[in-house]
Structure formats: C-alpha cells, structure tokens
C-alpha cells in the first residue's frame, strides 16, 4: 500500500452521486490502490469506467466485493437484503462493510443478518448531497465542511470504525458517531420532514388548473424554486427513506401537523402577535444554521440537501 492509501481494495456497489464523488477524491488522493465499481445497468458501469472512477468494473458482485478491505454500498436502501445475501460468501475475513444511506436502524435489520461474523459493519450517512444522480452527477468537494455520521454496533472492531472514520475525513468531512436510532430521530426533522414538505407543495401545484400551473412555474419565487430542487431528489431513495424510517417520519410529521394547526388558528383569527412570535423563534434557527457553517454550498454548482 502506498503511504496516503488508506485501504488497499475498495468496492463501491452502485455508483451515483455519493458514490462516484468519494470515488473522486480517493482517486485523486490516492486513498486507495484499487477501486472497484459493480452495478446493476451496464449502461452505469460504461459510464462510470468512462469517467475514470474505478479501476476495475463488474455487473457481478459477488465478483466485485473478492478481496476488497472497505464494501461501500451506495444504493437505496430498499436493495440491502438482496446485497447482503449476494455477497455475503465472497467477503475475504477482515472486510469492512459500510453504506450511504440515510437511514440506520434498518441497516441493522436487513443487511446485517446476511453478513458473515468475519466481517465488520460500519454504517455510515454523509449529511450531503444535491438532487443530481449517476455517476456524472458527482464532485470531490461534496463532502468539505459536511458532516458524515457513523453508528457502528456495539461491539465492532474499534479499528474499523476508525479506518472509515479516516477515510471521511480525507475526503473532506467531519465525522460525528452517533446511535442508529438516535440518528434516524434526528435526519427525521433535518432532512426527512423537509423533504416530504417539498414533494407535497410541488405536488399541489401539479394539481392546480393548467392556467396557473404556467403562472406558478412563470411566476416562481426564491420558495418555491427551493422547493422544487428538493422535490427533484430521486424518487426511489426517497420512497426508500420513507418507508424505512416510517416511526421516526410519522412522529416528527404529527409534531408539525400540530404546529401547523396553531399557525392556521393564528391567521384565521388575525393573531399577529403570535405569528410574530413563532417567525422570530424559527429565524434563530436559520441563524444557527450560518453560525455553524451549514449554508454554504460545496461546490460552485450545487446546493446541499
């Protein structure tokens, strides 16, 4: 192994935006000596050996994990047991298995019953992203000034979750370990609730009369257009993340129907102290946001989800 190479053999089974931007900085700071990409559509792999982004490619993947340190598996989450059982007789003894996914409890209920004991589990979920997918889709910066949050079990080989740690870190994140379930409460409220948000306002506006749909679309403010760049996440993760993260998606959107209500009983009898109120306790929040560093975007092009 080279002395910056912090895996020998690297798997990534899919390769989309998450995956071909690692892939990017690893082969552009020489993080690992191999890097392996296997897919499910051969138009995908073509594309992802075009782009330079793996040094070897396979449609097989019991093929592509042999031999590999670190398996990064960088599909939605709705394919892990299917993953796990695929793969689980063709990990070498020592293999770090790792993910992408936003969601972590179910990490633990569907992939890790498949693996082999000889194995070490370290989920992961960068706290990054664009509404961009494929290979194409991805860029080295994705990850500066983001977070990464890992929840190892119990248990795991302190070793393991240090070599995935460090790999974040060269890539350009700052790492948190945190609980799986802990972690699935919080991504409930910061990212999840937001999303469906999105898809819900863009999806009245489909419903609303030809005439003004165009004058929607014409007519669309800073909001609006925010949304509409959420909504365009890729709709087969986000199916994923809903259904797998159901308890924590439900509670947090039963807490906002709550405050939602209050909201509406405020304009509907003129309360303009209470709006008042509530605008100025949410526009600390936003503050908190700049304060930490969280609204800048990591590459020229893209924003953050």
Excluded at 29 to 50: C, F, K, M, P, Y
Excluded at 82 to 101: N, R
Excluded at 173 to 188: P, S, T
Excluded at 272 to 293: C, K, P, Q, Y
Aim: aromatic share 6%; charged share 25%.
């Amino acid at each position: 192994m080279t002395d910056t190479a912090i895996f020998d053999r690297i798997t990534f089974i899919g390769i989309g935006l998450i995956g071909s931007s690692m892939a990017r900085v690893i082969k552009r700071d020489g993080l690992a000596n191999h890097i392996t990409v296997t897919t499910r559509s051969q138009e995908t792999l073509d594309n992802a050996i075009e782009l330079g982004l793996c040094d070897t490619g396979t449609l097989d993947m019991a093929e592509a994990v042999q031999g590999a340190d670190l398996v990064m598996i960088c599909t939605p989450m709705g394919a892990f047991a299917s993953i796990g059982a695929e793969i689980a007789g063709s990990l070498k003894p020592g293999a770090i298995i790792s993910d992408v996914g936003s969601v972590k409890e179910p990490v633990f209920e569907t992939l890790a019953p498949a693996l082999p004991d000889h194995v070490h589990l370290v989920p992961g979920h960068p706290v990054a992203g664009t509404e961009q997918s494929g290979p194409e889709s991805g860029f080295p910066e994705l990850f500066e000034g983001r977070w990464t949050i890992l929840t190892p079990a119990k248990g795991v080989d302190a070793n393991a979750t240090a070599r995935v740690e460090e790999l974040w870190k060269r890539c350009g994140a700052m790492v948190e370990i945190m609980d799986a379930k802990h972690h699935d409460q919080v991504l409930a409220i910061t990212s999840h609730l937001p999303h469906l948000i999105a898809y819900t306002i863009v999806g009245t506006a489909t419903d609303l009369g030809e005439d003004m749909q165009k004058e929607v679309i014409q007519f669309s403010a800073s909001g609006f257009r925010d949304f509409t760049r959420i909504a365009a996440s890729d709709p087969t993760m986000w199916r994923d993340i809903f259904l797998t993260n159901r308890d924590a998606v439900l509670d947090v959107l039963g807490r906002f129907d709550e405050d939602l209500t209050e909201l509406k009983r405020a304009i509907r009898r003129g309360d303009g102290d209470a709006l008042f109120d509530h605008f100025t306790r949410t526009r600390a929040i936003r503050r908190s946001v700049i304060d930490a560093g969280q609204q800048i975007p990591p590459a020229p092009a893209n924003d953050t989800d």
